[in-house]
Structure formats: structure tokens, C-alpha cells
């Protein structure tokens, strides 16, 4: 379908990285994003909000924990925001953790993870996973059902979500419940994929830009082939937490999600795949105030984590 008159409003009003040429140093890049980002002013309603850290891999990694009105013990689903491992915080995703929070009735953690180039691969995979296992052994303290545990995220956040399921199967970590992965990345951009083709400028995020954050987070070459990066090399999905895969149709990162969720099926792992035409990337937890189709987008995976937490 046409791209929506919202989309096209915030692709008018500024892109991801410039359109001629490469994103600038990883500090301007991040400076630039603060200055386009606006915290939304009416936020949804939860019980509470608490900043705090956990003792990660190499040094305390900052979370924000949303905890939802009522008694506990609630699940938990762990959240990992977008930026292409070089940017974003806690704060962009501020009114989808909230939402999610109040209408999944589940505690949502929030990661900070460490940032590349300062931080390259492995770094992130190894907060991310951290986060899950240490809110498996944590979450009593602060009103969770540890049986009861989700992951998502959004663009690289999408990628750490899957790569925590993987390693949760891999290395004897929590059994998730569910995989939340919206415009995940799971493939490179030279892969050869339509979307980056037919969508590599003008709408938002460029190839440019994902070209130039595969340049600081791999340490080299070989990491392209390593599953914990993209999980689209993995040989074996099979044994891993069921999906629900949200896309955008504008955007250079539509058609991995979709193959990645075709390919989840094949291997045996239930996976609800949506594809949200005329929308642009970052429509679940970047712009939830400009698209108003955000907010079908977070009954989905409302509707997705009630499910699988057994919640009524």
C-alpha cells in the first residue's frame, strides 16, 4: 500500500543519517540523536519505575524496571532498545515499555547495554543474555514469576532478543516463553535482499546507515558468520522460544524479519509473522506518538505475551 501520510510527515522531517554519504563518528552520531528525540509528554500509566544496575559481564549495566499496578508475582519480559548497537538508551523507548508494561501486566526490564565501537561484538550479546539470566535468578526480589520470562526488542534490539533466545537454548539459560522481535536485524545488508534494495534511501533508515553500523559493531570479517551476531547463519533453530515477528513494509529491514520468522517454522518453532503496511521503520518503540498505528502494533504483542504467560 502507499506509504502512510504519517510516515511520510517523519521522513520529511528528518532521516536516519544523511542521504549523501556515511553517519558521522559514533559521539556526533549519538549527540544528534538526543537533539531529534523528544520524551513524549503523556506517557501510560504503571505502578512504578525504578532506575537501577545489575553486575553484567565486564561492569554494571544500567535497567530501568517497569513494574505494573497490582500484586505480584508478575512475568517479566526484557527489552532491548534499537540503534544499531552504536546508539539509544533507556529513555527512547520510554512510552513503549510503559504500554507494554500496563498492558501485558508484566514487569518490563529495560538494558542498557554497552555500545559499540567502544564496546564491539561480543559486548552486547553478552549484557543482553546476562539480563536475562540475572532476572531469572533476581526476580523474586522485585515481584517476578522467574518461570515466566519473555524477550524483545526493536532493529538491534530485535537482534539481541533473538541472539538471548539462541544462547538461552544454547547454554542452558532461562526457558523464554516468548521472542518479541520487531524490524529485527538478522542478516547483513549485502545479503542481497529485496527490501534493501527497493528501500535503501528515503525511508528513514538507509542502507547507508546499517552499512555504517556494520562497521563498528563486528570486530572483523569473521564475526559476520557467528549466530550471536546474525542469527540468520545459525544451522539450527529448532528448540527455540516461540516467535511473534513485527515489520514494517518501508523499510530496509522487512524481509529478513520475514525470512528469519519462514525459516522458525520450518525448524519447528511456532512464529506469528505481521507485516504493518505503509509504515516506516522504528514504528514500535521509536515513534509511538507520530504513527498512530503503533498502537495496533503494541496490542499485538500485548496480545502475544498475555498468551504465552498464560495471563487473563
Request: net charge negative; with cysteine.
Amino acid at each position: 500500500m502507499p506509504l502512510h501520510p504519517e510516515a511520510r510527515r517523519v521522513i520529511e522531517r528528518t532521516l536516519m543519517g544523511p542521504a549523501d554519504g556515511p553517519p558521522p563518528e559514533a559521539a556526533v552520531m549519538r549527540e544528534e540523536f538526543r537533539k531529534y528525540w523528544v520524551m513524549p509528554a503523556d506517557l501510560p500509566a504503571v505502578g512504578s519505575v525504578v532506575d537501577t544496575i545489575f553486575p553484567g559481564p565486564a561492569v554494571n549495566i544500567q535497567i530501568r524496571r517497569y513494574t505494573p499496578s497490582g500484586n505480584g508475582p508478575f512475568p517479566a519480559f526484557v527489552w532491548f532498545h534499537g540503534g544499531g548497537w552504536v546508539i539509544g538508551s533507556l529513555d527512547e523507548n520510554e512510552f513503549a515499555c510503559r504500554a507494554l508494561c500496563a498492558g501485558a501486566g508484566a514487569v518490563v526490564i529495560s538494558v542498557d547495554y554497552r555500545l559499540a565501537p567502544e564496546n564491539p561484538f561480543p559486548a552486547a550479546a553478552e549484557d543482553c543474555y546476562a539480563a536475562v539470566r540475572w532476572v531469572r535468578e533476581h526476580g523474586p526480589e522485585f515481584g517476578v514469576d522467574p518461570s515466566r520470562i519473555a524477550v524483545g526488542g526493536e532493529s538491534a534490539g530485535g537482534n539481541l532478543a533473538a541472539v538471548a533466545a539462541l544462547k538461552s537454548r544454547d547454554l542452558g539459560g532461562p526457558p523464554l516463553a516468548l521472542q518479541v522481535l520487531i524490524s529485527p536485524v538478522l542478516g547483513h545488508p549485502d545479503d542481497g535482499r529485496d527490501s534493501y534494495r527497493d528501500y535503501a534511501d528515503g525511508y528513514f533508515l538507509s542502507k547507508s546507515s546499517m552499512d555504517w553500523f556494520f562497521t563498528q559493531y563486528p570486530r572483523n570479517a569473521a564475526d559476520l558468520n557467528d549466530p550471536y551476531l546474525l542469527p540468520l547463519r545459525a544451522d539450527d533453530l529448532s528448540g527455540l522460544a516461540p516467535a511473534l515477528v513485527l515489520g514494517a513494509e518501508y523499510d530496509v529491514l522487512r524481509d529478513e524479519g520475514e525470512e528469519y520468522a519462514a525459516a522458525l517454522r520450518r525448524a519447528g518453532v511456532p512464529a506469528e509473522l505481521v507485516r504493518f503496511d505503509g509504515l516506516i521503520h522504528g514504528f514500535f518503540g521509536l515513534l509511538p506518538t507520530e504513527l498512530s498505528a503503533s498502537r495496533l502494533a503494541h496490542e499485538r504483542a500485548i496480545a502475544a505475551l498475555r498468551a504465552a504467560f498464560g495471563s487473563r
